[in-house]
């Protein structure tokens, strides 16, 4: 089926390690996203992406760095974590004229 | 700087009652509208979305969202609610261009009643 793949769907990392984590579409979307949810404060942007190797800042970059070196793939890397980046984080992508994001299934980071 | 307001953050209903989840917004153009609906575990999907015209949207399960520029509200409705309906709903406001971000609602937990 079409739509975004996120990988893996559950880690558990301890404090200072680093990780990837992959997000893959097959809709030959422009638009890429990184969202971060947490209970009551609903998902806060991250990072996003306009285009094949540009990435931009969105609400809360502080701690995680993304690339997006061919357009299917956006990934999103965490250097050293920080129990404070534990949460959900979900993909989405979008085409360029708006239409709304499609979404990953998430992927549950637990730190330690 | 938009913002998107869901006052309520728990709403009871029971199984064919009707249904109205509250979303406010902030935004200084006319803004682009969206619900989606997130069941446990899964991801976030598109019920309906506003970008112009008709102020009544209709969205898939037979959910429909009136946009109120006066009001700067676009609530979500159902006429009779299934069990299957209890998830958590989301309210975002964008713009096309500048990348189409989309800023979310903290979500309304919707719980049926049997």
């Known amino acids: 089926n079409a739509g975004v793949t996120q990988t893996p769907k559950f880690r558990v990392l301890k404090t200072g390690q680093s990780m990837t984590l992959l997000c893959a579409q097959d809709?030959?979307?422009?638009?890429m996203y990184w969202y971060r949810q947490d209970p009551g404060m609903g998902l806060r942007l991250i990072h996003y992406?306009?285009?094949?190797?540009?990435?931009a800042k969105g609400e809360v970059p502080d701690g995680y760095n993304v690339s997006r070196l061919k357009k299917q793939n956006f990934l999103l890397g965490l250097e050293s974590a920080a129990p404070s980046q534990t949460s959900v984080y979900f993909c989405?992508?979008?085409?360029?004229?708006?239409?709304?994001?499609?979404f990953g299934s998430g992927t549950r980071l637990t730190v330690v | 700087a938009q913002s998107v307001t869901q006052p309520d953050i728990h709403i009871t209903v029971s199984e064919g009652a009707s249904l109205e989840l509250r979303c406010n917004y902030s935004?200084?153009?006319?803004?682009?509208l969206f619900w989606y609906v997130q069941s446990p575990g899964q991801g976030l999907q598109l019920l309906l979305k506003?970008?112009?015209?008709?102020?009544l949207v209709q969205g898939i399960k037979g959910f429909e969202a009136e946009f109120k520029r006066s009001q700067s509200s676009f609530n979500l409705r159902k006429p009779s609610v299934h069990w299957s309906d209890a998830a958590e709903y989301f309210c975002?406001?964008?713009?096309?261009?500048?990348?189409?971000?989309?800023?979310f609602g903290t979500g309304t937990q919707l719980k049926v009643e049997l």
């Open positions: 506003y970008f112009s015209g008709d102020t």
């Open positions: 992406s306009v285009g094949e190797g540009t990435t």
């Open positions: 989405a992508s979008s085409p360029r004229g708006g239409d709304g994001y499609t």
């Open positions: 935004y200084g153009a006319t803004p682009y």
């Open positions: 809709m030959n979307h422009e638009y």
């Open positions: 975002a406001v964008g713009r096309t261009g500048g990348g189409n971000k989309l800023t």
